[in-house]
Each structure stands twice: as C-alpha cells, then as structure tokens.
C-alpha cells in the first residue's frame, strides 16, 4: 500500500470515529497531495508524499510560533495536534550522530573545503535526508562542519 493510500484509508478511519483534529489534518494534507499532483501532471511517488507532508509539519510550526506570538495557545495546540497526525506519515527522524555522519561523508564526496562551498553540500546532501531532518538544522551542521 503506498503512502498516499495509506493516508486515504486513515481518513476514513478518522471519519468513521469522529476524530475531528485528525479528520482536519489528512483532508488538508490530501488537498496539498492533490494540488501537487496536478502541479506535477503526474501521480506521486512515496518520496514526493514525503516532501509534501514534511512541508504541511513547516507551515504548522510556522502557525504555532506567530500563534504563541499572539497568544492563542488554543489555535496553537490544534496545530501540535494536527502534526502529530501528520508525523504518522514520515519516515523516523535521523539522529544528531546519524545526520553528523552523512553530512561529513556528503562534505568529503563533494570535495568541499569552505564555508563558499555550502550550497554545493546542501544540495547533495538534503536528497538523502529528505524527510528525516529539518532543513535548517542540516544547514546549521554544514555551516559547523565546513567553518571548522
């Protein structure tokens, strides 16, 4: 079963047993899915499932920070809550040791030496943590590594 039925099963799952947050949170995700799809002319693959849900967990941090800013805690949980229906669709999140790994092996592929050399790492290396670590966090650890 791929991601994308999957995530359609469980809507009906969260239909059926009235789980309003959850309900919320996989209409929206299936609506980015089918905009994507249209976007693409073409069907998705788990790995772009993976990219779209790992934005819609963004933008639902994003929301919490200027709800918390705006002091609505209660909009702010919803948001928690819809990420953790989202997260159900990710594959686990690297570890600290296990991302310092691929990026240092990406850094010595790539051949880098500096700090100059960051978007170059970047692109090589955010393909195989897509999903699994949050951009700016790898960003920060190339930009550690690379300044030495």
């Known amino acids: 079963m791929s ?21 919320s949170a996989l209409r929206m995700a299936l609506s980015a899915l089918k905009n994507r799809e249209i976007e693409l002319r073409k069907e998705l693959d788990d790995a772009e499932v993976v990219r779209v849900i790992s934005s819609l967990i963004k933008q639902r941090k994003e929301s919490i920070e200027l709800y918390e800013k705006g002091e609505r805690e209660d909009l702010a949980e919803k948001e928690r809550k819809e990420i953790e229906v989202l997260q159900k669709y990710l594959p686990p999140e690297l570890s600290r040791e296990e991302l310092e790994k691929i990026v240092r092996e990406t850094i010595s ?12 790492v970047m692109k090589a290396v955010m393909p195989k943590v897509a999903g699994r670590a949050d951009g700016k966090v790898v960003s920060e650890m190339v930009r550690s590594i690379l300044s030495g």
């Open 3 to 23: 991601l994308l039925e999957k995530i359609r099963e469980d809507m009906k799952s969260a239909t059926k047993s009235r789980d309003l947050v959850a309900l």
């Open 109 to 120: 592929e790539v051949g880098a030496a500096s700090v100059k050399e960051m978007g170059k």
